[in-house]
């Protein structure tokens, strides 16, 4: 019998497929059992047949889990690129892609629908027995709703599925497609501002074919609405709509104006769903079913029938890239979809990455400005606050303090930022200057009250609080700086009559505590709200007019060469909070580097002035966008291993005009969990010489003895140098 050869992807670290052998050529894109050593895995086959290796005995493919392919031919290819620019294992990009639950071999089935036969729909009504009453009433649901959803059914009363299973053995009933859910109609828009039409009027001319847009405009200028605007342009083609968002931007009330909006065939797809949920959705997606796909980052690799359009909003937010395993930033795959399916992709942003404005600049993708919010809405004012001058307890300064106490007596509402959770950063002792370290990393324990630890933000790391110094026995120990908890204990004791509340990763551990207290600020209950990033994104408080920042200068000299952009981009956003409806905003900036020259492009909220300075920062100094970045790590229990492995690994890749070999150096954060980390940084002015150099140096790097002592990684386009 004359077997073919099948090419298998495979969830394991190899940076290859595997062969096997099975009677018939099987389709790209089904998933497979095989035997992998001694253990079975689900794998998908990535072609078939393939020209057998010579010489060797294939084992042969166990089962074959799906009839159709679970990947399609423009998925296959997008997950190849992946592999290929990340260099990366191509098993791992497919499982990386693909919701757990498939991973291991579920499989999808649509979810049936029921409708009346001919011959049920022809009668009045059937002849049923008398006694029949639930025979006779699903008969009428059917009749007066047409087809049903199984889910539909089971929905209308209990035990619903033997009363079923009769009508269809009566042939009253069969199976169906899944039926188009009957939604609500969309709910009308706002009549769109000329700068808002001509956006739209832009990227719906470009349908159906690629073409970047940098959708530019401060929060709350419209973009949103653009986005729904295009959403139903697209869907009007019969086309489906991606639209990817920061993890934190899935708020409820940005969700309910999607449903109001796109009231069927719209999907969610977030780390928050069930691993069956969400293997549900891609399969509706997958079907067409979905018409509209809102997701975080991994939703990128969403499977879609009939892709016509993707947006990626707030595309400068670091979320948008992974931080480990395969480091693949969701924006830029998403461009590279948009090029492959030959569709437009619209990237939004009040204050777009730097690469992404230069790409606008220099006329690669067409940049979409939104001049300024409506006419019932202005921007606030901006003030930086000389600390050196502000008497602040508790990190507070009398001018912030008054301003607040003013929207008290106004019963208006606040923010007031700070980016650090936790009571204190510093646990020290005032004797002999201990302060408490983390034992497994190069960094400070911070403390916190609620549960009377110091925990370790780094490692999590985490134990008692000690009553005196471990190293002195003095009793009286410092808890020096400010995090978000003594924040809001400093505000309480401040302003006794307010009603404070604090969002930040300790006080929001679940998508339903974090709705919880949007929805209370939203009904009023709550007057100031002190956390970290996490308010500063997509929620609306009518009666909000003043931000406070309070500690920004742990951002000001950062060692990251992204840390001026991602400051600058965070303030702008706290800011854009401020007097989103008719009432004017304020923010109030506090600092002790008043003359930093970040501050004067932020308090003209100018993110143009900003950009021209950084961009020729980034110039002077070779960064991206004017230099293209890998940055390998390599980590290990003894500090020298890695810095062996990336020394041989340097020398490996001398002597190449291509490229530019960095120093070994010890990462920032020189040791974490235990681990010695160390990295080096490959920089080159051409991203294809550097893609092509990268994949010879890792195929030899991959060979290193001194790699199989440690943990490497190949970070490409490394968010941060860190
Ligand atoms: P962004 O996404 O840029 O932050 P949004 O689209 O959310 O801005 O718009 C901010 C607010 O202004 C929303 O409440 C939105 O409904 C409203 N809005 C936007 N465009 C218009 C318009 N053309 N007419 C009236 N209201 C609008
Ligand atoms: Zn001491
Ligand atoms: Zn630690």
Redesign the pocket.
Known sequence: MAEVTVRVALPVPLRRAFDYRHPTPLAPGVRVRVPFGRRVLAGIVLASPVAAPPGIALRAIAEVIDEAPLLNAEQLGLLQFVADYYHHAIGEVVFTALPSALKRGLVLTPPKAYRLTPAGARSDAPPFPARAHRRRALWQALKDRGPLAEGDVTALARGLKPVLAALVREGLVEVCEHPRPAGAPPAA?????PD?EAACAAVRAALGTFQAFLLF????????????ELIAAARARGDQALILVPEIGLTPQ?MA?FRARLPDGLGVLHSGLSETERARVWGQAARGELTVIVGTRSAVFAPLKRLGLIIV?EEHDGSLKQQDGLRYHARDIAIVRAQRAGVPVVL?S?TPALESYRHALDGRYRLLR?PG??P??SLPRVTILDMGREAADGGLGPTLLAALRARLLRREQALVFLNRRGYAPVLLCPECRWHAPCERCDARLTVHLARKTLRCHHCGHERPLPATCPRCGHGRLLRVGEGTQRLEETLARALPEARIARIDRDTVTSRLAFEDLLTRMRARDIDILVGTQMLAK?H?FADLTLVGVVNADQGLFGSDFRADEQLFAQIMQVA?RAG?AAKAGEVIIQTHHPHHPLWSPLVALDYEAFAEVALKDRYETGFPPYAHCALLRAEALKPELPLRFLETARALGQGSEAVTLGSVLPATLARRAGYYRAQLLVTSAHRPLLQAWLTTWVERIAQLPAGRQVRWSLDVDPHSLF
């Open positions: 828009g706002p009549v769109l501002r808002q405009g401060v929060t709350g200028s419209g973009k949103t609405e653009v986005y729904l940005l104006r909003d939004g009040a939104l919010r409506g019932d809405r997509g609306d854009g989103r």
